[in-house]
């Protein structure tokens, strides 16, 4: 599975967009790419993934380039409630399903 | 619906001691994994089980161990516990092998 590089910390202030880059350069045409947050101490949390087309969700959007080697969650409006750890992933739909999680982006989301 | 729950949610061993955590999946799901989660890192993949046959494993020790039963549930056992055992252990499940895989909520252990 292709290896991702996110930013360490972000901060985002509360009722704006948070937009978290995710770059995945060596993707392969096949792998898809996911998003799950972590909020302290809790189980990941599924957001939303993608191959190509960018996807809108209840939670987020992801915004994927069109040579696939990176791409954007956005959260359209941050609430204090989605401050957490969250973790770009690619993986092919192929084999087992080990997720590599990597060390992940954590949004500060501030008043 | 129920999400993915696991037991206990806290457990303290000693080292060289044995433990036993379990895992339920989301109702119609054939597909358990288990990760390792250290303080301050991300979720390490450390088994997955699909039809009660092991699909992957991770780069972990003989120490660790699992199974699938009928039900779909799944136990990882680990014998011999070390220090850095302590962590967070994470089950999630899908409906099959390649699936979306949806988390609960972890059993953190600590190795004194």
């Known amino acids: 599975d292709a290896k991702t590089t996110q930013p360490p910390s972000m901060d985002c202030a509360e009722g704006r967009a948070a937009n978290l880059p995710c770059n995945h350069s060596t993707i392969s045409g096949n792998e898809y790419v996911y998003w799950y947050r972590q909020i302290h101490s809790q189980g990941p949390q599924y957001i939303i993934h993608?191959?190509?087309n960018n996807e809108t969700n209840e939670m987020a959007s992801l915004i994927i380039t069109e040579d696939r080697k990176s791409s954007t969650l956005i959260l359209p409006h941050a609430t204090l409630r989605d401050t957490a750890v969250y973790y770009c992933i690619v993986r092919a739909p192929m084999g087992f399903n080990k997720f590599y999680f990597g060390s992940g982006t954590k949004l500060n989301v501030k008043p | 619906d129920a999400g993915v729950t696991q037991s206990p949610t806290h457990l303290i061993k000693t080292r060289g001691q044995h433990v036993t955590l379990r895992c339920s999946p989301i109702?119609?799901?054939?597909?358990v994994s288990w990760y390792q989660q250290v303080l301050g890192q991300g979720p390490q993949f450390i088994f997955q089980?699909?039809?009660?046959?092991?699909?992957g494993r991770g780069n972990f020790p003989d120490r660790f161990s699992a199974r699938q039963f009928p039900n779909y549930s799944s136990e990882l056992n680990v014998n011999a516990l070390l220090l850095g055992d302590s962590a967070l252990y994470l089950c999630?499940?899908?409906?099959?092998?390649?699936?979306?895989?949806?988390f609960g909520p972890g059993t953190r252990l600590l190795v004194l």
């Open positions: 993608g191959l190509k």
């Open positions: 089980y699909y039809e009660k046959e092991e699909r």
């Open positions: 109702s119609g799901h054939k597909s």
């Open positions: 999630a499940s899908s409906l099959d092998s390649q699936e979306t895989q949806y």
